[in-house]
């Protein structure tokens, strides 16, 4: 038989759900006054009209395994409600040592996700929808494995991180791209011979066809800022790292290096981060800056010559390594000047990390149909041997000796930090 909530403690679960939508509220509070131990005792009931499914873990561009609980509502059940109901999604993960991890969110439409990153291993999954208003409640468990990485490149990054850390759904640009509440840092040592100097330039510009597009920087930076902060985590034996965000149409560059005051050296300055995003529109390009895209070229040039020739990061007997993390960048239009001659006599290891996403789905030959014909499934080309176009980037990187890394998937950069990390160390 289903538990009704007394009026009082319905008034707290209500405030509860109210002040957690106004982003003031932890997730074990929303717990409070919900009797949810008491659900999970009876087991499986269904008071509201549901489904729950979990998708398998898999790498996120956070070199993280990402767990997703999805709830979905049933379309007649969210229709009776008129919208003036307030639904609860509660989840819990519980491992085998028994530690818990709780989150709470509102179930405002048919499907809802819930997102976790979780180390390998074994975890219960608990998950219910309440109605305040009513006492009306669904709960559901689930046994959840979670395997480990096969030929894990990097084989100790997540020790020491707990083993649940779950995040908000559905977060707005930049905090999406970045998820500042994960707060967990991964285990990259860099065993390096001598102090190395290491410089990040991340290119955040749109560039040739796609200048100005929204929809194209999002989804650049869908990849890029995860792997800016997973690089960022990197632990330079008497080394240091500079981070610089580089905008080039409006020639603007941001440092985003560790503040003093955070407790581990390293952090990204995400507050930096985000004031260089909340004055980037992409969307606002003049005619001037379509017609001279080879300035953006020449901009980044001048950047990395920065980097490169500053007499603080390599003195004598140090290392210096530079790492470019960019989209294919492609730049319309031929130089009406010559663009500044990069110090070729520098001996900075320079690293070009070209990352675009691309789903599995693209790389399937296309094959041209005949009336009758039979077709037997596709197969994919591996991924490993898809090759990105010669860039604007690229080009002045190639006299410099520099590595060049084409990076589609998030289990490519992983393969493609880990060699990173390796020529760092021979440093």
């Not at 970045?178 to 990040?200: F, K, Q, S, W």
């Not at 650049?220 to 965000?245: C, H, T």
Request: charged share 25%; proline share 7%.
């Amino acid at each position: 038989m289903g538990i009704r909530l007394t009026s009082a403690a319905v008034l707290v679960a209500l405030f509860a759900l109210r002040t957690a939508c106004a982003g003031g509220l932890d997730s074990d509070s929303a717990f409070q006054g919900v009797p949810f131990d008491s659900w999970s005792a009876e087991g499986h009931h269904e008071g509201i009209r549901w489904n729950v499914e979990t998708l398998p873990a898999e790498l996120s561009p956070h070199q993280r395994l990402r767990l997703a609980v999805r709830i979905q509502l049933n379309v007649r059940e969210l229709a009776s409600r008129n919208g003036n109901s307030h639904l609860i999604a509660l989840a819990q993960l519980q491992d085998e040592s028994g530690a818990v991890w709780r989150t709470q969110g509102a179930l405002k439409r048919v499907s809802y996700e819930q997102t976790a990153f979780v180390l390998p291993g074994d975890y219960t999954l608990s998950v219910a929808a309440f109605d305040p208003d009513s006492g009306a409640y669904s709960f559901t468990r689930k046994k959840i494995h979670v395997a480990p990485l096969k030929r894990d490149p990097l084989n100790d990054s997540w020790k020491g991180l707990p083993a649940v850390e779950w995040f908000a759904p559905g977060e707005d640009p930049p905090d999406a791209w970045y998820l500042p509440e994960i707060a967990g840092r991964m285990n990259l040592p860099v065993a390096t011979r001598r102090p190395v100097h290491l410089d990040v330039l991340l290119n955040a510009t749109p560039a040739g066809k796609d200048l100005g597009s929204v929809t194209e920087l999002r989804r650049n930076m869908d990849v890029l800022i995860p792997a800016l902060k997973v690089i960022s985590q990197l632990s330079l034996r008497e080394g240091s790292l500079d981070v610089s965000m580089l905008d080039l149409v409006h020639r603007r560059v941001a440092a985003a290096e560790a503040e003093a005051t955070q407790p581990k050296a390293g952090s990204l300055n995400w507050a930096a981060i985000r004031e260089f995003f909340a004055g980037f529109n992409p969307g606002v390009v003049d005619v001037a800056t379509l017609e001279s895209q080879w300035k953006m070229r020449s901009f980044f040039e001048d950047q990395l010559n920065r980097v490169m020739q500053a007499p603080a990061h390599h003195p004598a007997g140090n290392g210096h390594a530079v790492i470019v993390l960019s989209a294919p960048a492609f730049f319309e239009g031929s130089a009406a000047e010559e663009a500044p001659d990069l110090d070729r006599n520098s001996d900075s290891r320079i690293f070009y990390i070209r990352y675009r996403a691309i789903e599995p789905e693209a790389l399937r030959p296309r094959r041209r149909l005949r009336p009758g014909m039979r077709v037997a499934p596709p197969v994919p080309r591996p991924m490993y041997f898809f090759a990105m176009p010669l860039d604007d980037l690229e080009k002045p990187l190639e006299p410099l000796n520099s590595r060049i890394f084409d990076v589609i998937s998030a289990e490519q950069f992983r393969r493609v930090l880990a060699a990173v990390i390796d020529q760092i160390g021979k440093l």
